[in-house]
């Protein structure tokens, strides 16, 4: 099978949950599964820019991102976050290829509207080559990317990883898409976590404001992945990354499964 798989949140940060992730990922990989791995780092460099001085600002969980803030994110996202990343999956014998979106023109953006807004360096994708993703599992290895894309004038834009993660399961004709984060799943209006939700409910959650910030972008992730074809999509709390094996085969009694209508 071919999975993608978007970690954040608390397993970039945290070296225990961290391994565990890179575990079950190798698991699946020595199965004869093919795997790439998305990543954000929103932590990371939110932390950067507080010692540079910068507030952070965001929109509907999206980061504002000047040309400043850009910068900081390729040496976090794509130095610092990518490279920890990779080396927690090959100190579990799997080897890892790190890059950022932008390498090899892989990822290609336009610089995104919404709402009005301007954003500043923040891109959508806009057309994804899987030929170096192909070439890393023809080695038998594991492309780690980071959530960076290239955009006209070549210039690099920051990309919500959610939204890369989708995109490129749907490049890859994926049969899974699943989102490690550091939330139990989408919460309901009492707080309780939804184990199945289908896409119009999951647009109604975000119409009626049951839930905002960052899960925002996550849902519309999901919503698109399942309308370009992905398989199956889930978001699982990172903590439980060792069900990451049984998600395709078995009923998971954590998280959030988004299924088509």
């Not at 490690?180 to 975000?206: C, F, H, M, R």
Request: aromatic share 4%; charged share 20%.
């Amino acid at each position: 099978m071919k999975i993608v798989v978007k970690i954040g949140g608390a397993a970039l940060d945290d070296q225990a949950t961290l391994a565990k992730c890179a575990r079950s990922i190798a698991e699946l990989v020595q199965d004869g599964h093919r795997m790439v791995v998305i990543h954000g780092g929103g932590k990371a460099l939110t932390r950067l820019l507080e010692k540079l001085g910068k507030k952070s600002e965001f929109v509907d969980g999206l980061r504002v991102t000047d040309e400043e803030t850009r910068d900081a994110a390729l040496m976090v996202l794509g130095g610092m976050v990518n490279k920890k990343l990779v080396a927690a999956i090959q100190a579990c014998a799997v080897p890892a290829m790190g890059v950022c979106g932008g390498d090899g023109m892989a990822f290609r953006a336009r610089r995104k509207e919404y709402k009005g807004q301007d954003l500043g360096f923040v891109g959508e994708i806009c057309h994804v080559d899987t030929a170096w993703i192909e070439a890393v599992w023809q080695q038998g290895g594991v492309p780690v990317l980071a959530s960076l894309a290239m955009g006209g004038g070549g210039e690099y834009y920051n990309v919500n990883a959610d939204e890369m993660a989708a995109a490129c399961a749907a490049a890859c004709h994926a049969d899974a898409l699943i989102f490690l984060t550091d939330v139990p799943g989408v919460k309901d209006a009492s707080g309780s976590v939804i184990p199945w939700l289908n896409t119009k409910e999951a647009s109604n959650l975000a119409h009626e404001a049951v839930v905002s910030g960052g899960m925002l972008p996550k849902l519309d992730a999901c919503q698109r992945a399942l309308r370009r074809g992905v398989g199956r999509v889930r978001i699982l709390p990172a903590a439980e990354a060792e069900l990451l094996a049984q998600f395709y085969f078995s009923k998971l009694t954590v998280g959030t499964e988004v299924t088509r209508i």
